[in-house]
């Protein structure tokens, strides 16, 4: 593939002969004379992955006009696509005497009409920088290497199948690539992920720079697995976190496993539709300060941004105001991954200033399932690196997937060079989708103002909904979200991400296609002319108005969680503390975490989850394990209640 150029010189003659030069020695160009053109090129053509510029170029815009001077104009185009490679190509013999901070990639005079040397080394800066994915190349030369295994693991390149009269189909479903590249830890030449030296860590080095983090970590166990690595690095027993109390399990895990004190944060719930969204910023900033006033040991703050429904926290700010208090922030990332690529989503967590972010790259980027990455800009990392490192190798297998690492090191490449092209075209799918389904009568698209709740709407949150996650809200059809779910599998076979009740959430990843995009709508259209006049009924099921306040958290909950406990029904469950965690999914928002206080509000909340037939997590047969009046009184004893901890 030729790399494509943008080639920006204010003097058409100059741009023409450049043009003609470095186009000869197989560069795509393409020309402009003006800032203004320069931005509507990068806006428009995701292909662009270098900008070659003269230092100043003239700008005519609606603000007025003029001439725009190299350091200003390069954080401009860099706003627009950060992942471009910037280049000067200049009359000037000097390179500018101003600072721009590290962001040019290079210089070239033009006087010295040497093309080849602008080619060679414009080519070399784009393949080190981004074009290369160092481990999965490596994994592959390897297996074609076609060595004699006598390690782990025992199908030994698939010689223990391939010839099985049983279950040759497992080795030819999958192919002889899989097989030979399924590897272990006893190969040198692959690097260790538990202590990458070698070719891992150059590859997770890309990653880095890809998404904008001093060091970047590949984890092979998903996201559940690096917010648990996290959070054990960054708490002790006895500290305290303030946390989203919609955040996913693997978060309350950690503070399970940390011995935390945990400080749980309620988010706004939109009664409407029973979404959670984000916790309000008024309420994150006065926890904070309660919590410091209190002297509680507060050692960092949990977001889930955005939110599985594509809610969008203004994180900088956020960002800004833990830190004046001294409060690292860990974003979850695990559903905006891409955040980095389009400024549509900008800014992601890493620009905003966060400290760690964790992404799920196999949720919304090419990468296998439980591929994720573990991003770090903490001033202060290097004083707990060792520490980390113990929790890394506390949570990962000492026999990681290596095909999996290899997806992390591709899916990163794949972002790097195409991403802004991948995600225009993705947000255009989303909008053109979201009109189709509009035109309908009975299925409407959700705006951020439909999700959002009154307090969010009034308060200064700044919150954002990103596009290209499609929530549906099914009232008018008379259906139940379930129904049409089912029908939209069982007659059209289309799986959609979620549901609650009277919404489908779809998710328009990289991975979308108009075919696709035109099977839902089709699917919905059809189920609309089948719905006839069942639209004036009440849906089956719909949950008109969703409220709920969660009881307090009585102990903390590493202590609860190690009591033994007793399964009660769940009515009887009430007044008593929970010793685990319970959790209705969809939505997955944990009604009780362990060491709570089990109301007969939730017991409610749990048996109507219950009658609509929702998976219930930690319900095990109508039975709900709670701490006996024995242990409760232990647990007062030797001081591991917690006072003035309120969930919501
Ligand atoms: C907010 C959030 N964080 C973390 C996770 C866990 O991610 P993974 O599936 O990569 O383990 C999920 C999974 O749904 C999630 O929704």
Partial sequence: MKYKILLLDPNPVSLDISSRELGQRGLNIVGATTFDEACSHLREDGAIHVVLTEWELPFNTEAGSGRLEGSEMIRAFLKLRYEVNIFLLTDEKYAPNVTTGGLLNGYFYKGDRDWDDVVRKVRN???????????????????????????????????????????????????PNLFRSDVSVSVPMLDSLLHPTGIIKEAEELAARAFSARY?????????????????????????????????????????????????????????YGIFGPVPKKRIFEAMDGALAARK??????????????????????????????IKVIVDEAWYGYARFHPEFYPCAMEAGADYATQ???????????????????????????FFWENFNMHTSTSPQYPMIASLDAARKQMAMEGYGLLARTLELARSLREAINSLEKFRVLDLDDLISDELRNGIDKVRLDPTKLTIDVTKS????????????????IQIEKSTFNTLTVLITIGATYSKLNRLYLALANIESLCGNLADQPANGVLKDFRLSLSPIRFKPRYAFYCDGEPVPLRA??????????????????????????????????QMYRDHHVEIHGLNEGLVKVMTVEEEASLVRRGFEIKDNRTG
Avoid at 248 to 269: C, Q, T
Avoid at 478 to 493: D, I
């Fill in 125 to 175: 800066e784009v393949t080190n920088s981004k074009n290369r994915a160092p481990f999965f190349e490596k994994l592959v030369e390897y297996a074609n290497k076609a060595k004699d295994s006598w390690h782990t693991p025992g199908h030994a390149s698939g010689f223990s199948i391939k010839s099985s009269p049983w279950v040759k189909d497992y080795y030819d479903f999958f192919g």
């Fill in 216 to 272: 970047t970590f590949f984890s092979t166990n998903g996201t559940s697995t690096s917010n648990k690595i996290l959070l054990q690095t960054l708490l002790k027993p006895g500290d305290a976190i303030l946390l989203d109390r919609n955040c996913h399990k693997s978060v309350h895990h950690g503070v399970v496993l940390a011995g935390a004190e945990p400080i749980y944060l309620m988010p706004s719930v939109n009664n409407v």
């Fill in 297 to 326: 040991p507060v050692k960092a703050l949990i977001l889930t941004n955005c939110t599985y429904d594509g809610l969008t926290y203004d994180i900088a700010h956020i960002v800004q105001e833990a830190h004046q208090r001294g």
């Fill in 360 to 386: 799920s790259t196999h949720k919304t980027m090419s990468a296998f399932s439980q591929a994720s990455m573990i991003h770090v800009n903490d001033p202060d990392f290097e004083k707990i690196q060792d």
């Fill in 478 to 493: 008379g259906l139940s979200s379930r129904e049409v779910e089912r029908l939209l599998l069982g007659k059209h076979n």
């Fill in 573 to 606: 469950g009430a007044g008593r503390v929970s010793t685990g965690m319970v959790t209705p999914y969809p939505p997955g928002i944990p009604l009780l975490v362990p060491g709570q206080v089990i109301t007969e509000e939730i017991v409610a909340a749990l």
